[in-house]
């Protein structure tokens, strides 16, 4: 008997003239390479969940007493006045909470508080994860192309609402359908090699926000491009660092600090202090002369950041930072990074992501179109100079720092 064959030929594309079409065929290979390619990243993404819930679910929650994060200003905890800090793997980084605490008697309570706080983060990274193959954020990029609307969580609702109108007030640098483009440049600085042509033209064509609708009447979302994937790094973060200070302050701790990374949300100062002393401009990321002091006193407020001048890649003699435009679907030319305090975190995080990808002479005007008062602390470099800004506000929080810092 003949052998039979589950392989599969790409058909010929016929021209005008009945001739094989070399662009059709090469256009449906790219096509047919990028399916394959999202379907390989959703059995990754499927897998990293899975891992994702064993460190989160079977790991013990980290309990120390000191001040690993940042320290109390000009006050040194008592016998009755402790500091207690917990950790715990979240949204694929570790998460930190310290907490102030005045009697001893408070540590059980504190734990409960911290713990609960932590689930809460669990429970919004289910719902926004661009990683978890089962999450909502991920069950409506599925829909993409599919014309039918998806119904939100008012959580996942009230995320892409708040996106849309960062989209607008950045003039579209702020944009939550970037994953396409995020992907394949995440694969083109592991290669050190551009992405093709063909490659960028596709996902071009998959990002935008004009390309997401939001239904008023049912928190329906529809996303009309197939292919299309959501992608909230950029503001997720800091609406979980905003649930969990809540979560905090209701359970009766309105002196803490929670952090995630260069991200951090800050509660009262702890009892007798004058508030908590963190390291915003590390010596690794920002030369002295554009800080001239590193520690600033915070409470009440959040800190984001965005970027790492060193984080870049060259390709073809020029260089590129991790940061994506989605204007262009590549990485930013040269290196950046961005600091921004606010009142919430979920203010910092996407605005220290908006800062990044502003061009410097932008950044000032916006900063002070906002509502909110912000302060923001923005520093380039090009592989040869520094460029530094930064509002006038900014070196207020930093005790005796003297001159703002020169810019170039």
């Known amino acids: 008997m003949p ?12 021209g005008a003239e009945g001739n094989v079409d070399q662009d059709s065929i090469d256009q449906a290979r790219c096509r047919y390479t990028m399916e394959a390619v999202m379907i390989m990243a959703e059995i ?15 790991m013990p929650l980290q309990l120390t007493h000191g001040d690993t994060a940042a320290r109390i200003a000009d006050h040194t905890p008592t016998e009755n006045h402790k500091i207690w800090s917990y950790e715990s793997t979240q949204m694929g980084m570790p998460f930190q909470i310290m907490i102030s605490v005045l009697e001893s008697g408070q540590a059980e309570s504190a734990q409960i508080a911290a713990q609960t706080a932590f689930s809460e983060i669990q429970r919004l990274n289910s719902i926004f994860s661009d990683y978890e193959f089962e999450s909502e954020l991920s069950r409506l990029s599925r829909t993409a192309g599919s014309g039918g609307g998806f119904e939100c969580s008012q959580e996942l609702w009230s995320i892409l609402h708040l996106s849309r109108e960062l989209h607008s007030a950045s003039q579209g640098l702020f944009d939550i359908t970037i994953g396409p483009a995020s ?3 995440r694969k083109a600085r592991r290669e050190k090699q551009f992405p093709s042509a063909k490659h960028l033209e596709m996902v071009r064509e998959r990002v935008g926000m004009g390309h997401l609708g939001l239904l008023e009447e049912n928190h329906s979302a529809i996303l009309r491009r197939e292919g299309m994937r959501l992608d909230l790094g950029g503001i997720a973060k800091g609406v979980a660092l905003d649930a969990a200070g809540k979560i905090l302050r209701d359970k009766g701790f309105p002196s803490h600090l929670v952090r995630a990374g260069g991200d951090m949300l800050i509660g009262d100062p702890p009892h007798l202090g004058v508030g908590w002393e963190v390291t915003l401009l590390p010596e ?32 073809e003699g020029t260089r590129y930072s991790h940061i994506v435009d989605p204007r262009s679907c590549l990485g930013l030319t040269g290196s950046r990074r961005a600091v ?14 908006i800062a990044c990808l502003m061009d410097a002479s932008d950044v000032p005007a916006f900063f002070q179109s906002r509502s909110s008062r912000m302060d923001f602390h923005r520093i380039e470099f090009d592989g040869k100079h520094y460029f530094s800004d930064c509002s006038n506000g900014f070196f207020d929080h930093f005790p005796d720092a003297g001159d703002p810092p020169p810019t170039e």
């Open 3 to 14: 052998k039979t064959s589950t392989r599969k030929e790409l058909p010929p594309a016929l």
């Open 44 to 58: 990754f993404f499927h897998r990293c969940a899975i891992l994702m819930w064993v460190a989160t679910h079977l």
């Open 183 to 185: 992907s394949l440049w």
């Open 284 to 315: 690794m990321d920002v030369p002295m002369e554009f800080a001239p002091k590193r520690k600033a006193m915070l409470s009440n407020c959040a800190v984001g950041t965005s970027g790492d001048v060193f984080q870049h890649v060259e390709i």
């Open 340 to 353: 921004v305090i606010a009142h919430s975190s979920t203010l910092a995080d996407s605005h220290a992501t």
